[in-house]
T-cell receptor, first 110, second 115 residues
Framework: DAKTTQPPSMDCAEGRAANLPCNHSTISGNEYVYWYRQIHSQGPQYIIHGLKNNETNEMASLIITEDRKSSTLILPHATLRDTAVYYCIVVIQGAQKLVFGQGTRLTINP | ETGVTQTPRHLVMGMTNKKSLKCEQHLGHNAMYWYKQSAKKPLELMFVYSLEERVENNSVPSRFSPECPNSSHLFLHLHTLQPEDSALYLC??????????????FGSGTRLTVV
């Protein structure tokens, strides 16, 4: 599976959009980009995933660059409850496991 | 509640004890996983079960013994653990091994302390 690079930490003001970047420059054509988050002392929570096109759901938007080498997770109106560690994971189609990295610790400030 | 229930939430055990962690999913998923999360480390995949068969054992010491009696239940049997085994143990389930459409669903974990 392709490796991902994320900043270790970010801050964002409450009510503003939080944009979390992820670099996956070695991604191959059959690998998906997944985002999860883990709020303190809880299990990770699935947020969104995509292959080529931008995706949006009730939680977030995922913007994938045209060359697929990077992506951005957007939380449009961040709240204090969005404070968590956010993981960007590249998953090959047919893979048997989800491998987590260090993620980005996002802190939403009042 | 996520649909994946783990019990107990907290467990303190001595190094000579035998205990079991339980995971139950009510989502109709056919794959289940155990992950370990030690302090300040990424989640580590321990075991993968698909259709009740173990498909991955990630070089986990034999003092951890998984059991999957059916597609809804997963156990992790523990014996003669070491203090460094203290961690948050997370169970997850998915429809298919990659959880391609809806991702993995995780439980809240069991916080294990070995004394």
């Amino acid at each position: 599976d392709a490796k991902t690079t994320q900043p270790p930490s970010m801050d964002c003001a409450e009510g503003r959009a939080a944009n979390l970047p992820c670099n996956h420059s070695t991604i191959s054509g059959n690998e998906y980009v997944y985002w999860y988050r883990q709020i303190h002392s809880q299990g990770p929570q699935y947020i969104i995933h995509g292959l080529k096109n931008n995706e949006t759901n009730e939680m977030a938007s995922l913007i994938i660059t045209e060359d697929r080498k990077s992506s951005t997770l957007i939380l449009p109106h961040a709240t204090l409850r969005d404070t968590a560690v956010y993981y960007c994971i590249v998953v090959i189609q047919g893979a048997q496991k989800l491998v987590f990295g260090q993620g980005t610790r996002l802190t939403i400030n009042p | 509640e996520t649909g994946v229930t783990q019990t107990p939430r907290h467990l303190v055990m001595g190094m000579t004890n035998k205990k079991s962690l339980k995971c139950e999913q009510h989502l109709g998923h056919n794959a289940m996983y155990w992950y370990k999360q030690s302090a300040k480390k990424p989640l580590e995949l321990m075991f993968v079960y698909s259709l009740e068969e173990r498909v991955e054992n990630n070089s986990v010491p034999s003092r951890f013994s998984p059991e999957c009696p059916n597609s809804s239940h997963l156990f992790l049997h523990l014996h003669t653990l070491q203090p460094e085994d203290s961690a948050l143990y997370l169970c997850a389930s998915s429809q298919g091994l990659t959880g391609l459409n809806y991702g993995y669903t995780f439980g809240s974990g069991t916080r294990l302390t070995v004394v």
